[in-house]
Nanobody, 127 residues
Framework: QVQLVESGGGEVQPGGSLKLSCAAS????????FGWFRQAPGKERETVAC????????YYADSVKGRFTISRDDDENTVFLQMNSLKPEDTAVYYC????????????????????WGQGTQVTVSS
């Protein structure tokens, strides 16, 4: 069955870095686009970053542009989110999600467009 497992979350001081991983199984990884989303307590889920099936197209929310980088390793069936210069407002549960995507198409940016979700990993940025 389709499974997405996030890891790499934790607590870090402002200005620090974390790298999240999302290990995928149960489907043909190359055919899927992926997104990272986050949800803070009392807030709606928001899109962080997305990547196409070919890795040639990415999307970033304005709030993370220049600080976060999404990437994928098709040999390892893993998607990554490198987070640098972390701020307290980045504190949230981060979720990985997957959607079947035509090769070369831009990844969708709305969470409702994604079919498969991981369980989430907590990221806390605090001094």
């Amino acid at each position: 069955q389709v499974q997405l497992v996030e890891s790499g979350g934790g607590e870090v001081q402002p200005g620090g870095s974390l790298k999240l991983s999302c290990a995928a199984s149960g489907f043909t990884f190359d055919y899927y686009g992926f997104g990272w989303f986050r949800q803070a307590p009392g807030k709606e889920r928001e899109t962080v970053a997305c990547i196409s099936s070919s890795a040639g197209r990415t999307y970033y929310a304005d709030s993370v542009k220049g600080r976060f980088t999404i990437s994928r390793d098709d040999d390892e069936n893993t998607v990554f989110l490198q987070m640098n210069s972390l701020k307290p407002e980045d504190t949230a549960v981060y979720y990985c999600a997957a959607v079947r995507l035509t090769w070369g198409w831009a990844p969708p940016t709305g969470s409702h467009e994604y079919d498969h979700w991981g369980q989430g990993t907590q990221v806390t940025v605090s001094s």
